[in-house]
């Protein structure tokens, strides 16, 4: 799987089957920071991600 960062890294991933939660604790991302694209469409965290699948990570802009 391809996982694309906030400030555009790259990291291509080679992992089973997970939920995004899984995948986003193991690179040290805090879930509750960011949203996440599967293949250009929003999914939540429980979403199962499989191996040929592009990951796009969106930090959360917050406060005041």
Not at 9 to 27: F, G
Not at 48 to 63: Q, Y
Request: zero cysteines.
């Amino acid at each position: 799987m391809k996982l694309i960062l906030s400030d555009k890294d790259v990291r291509i991933l080679e992992h089973s089957p997970a939920p995004v939660e899984q995948i986003l604790l193991e690179q040290g991302i805090n879930p509750l920071e960011v949203i996440i694209s599967r293949n250009g469409k929003l999914v939540s965290e429980d979403t199962v991600i499989e191996t040929g699948d592009e990951i796009r990570v969106i930090r959360i802009a917050h406060g005041g």
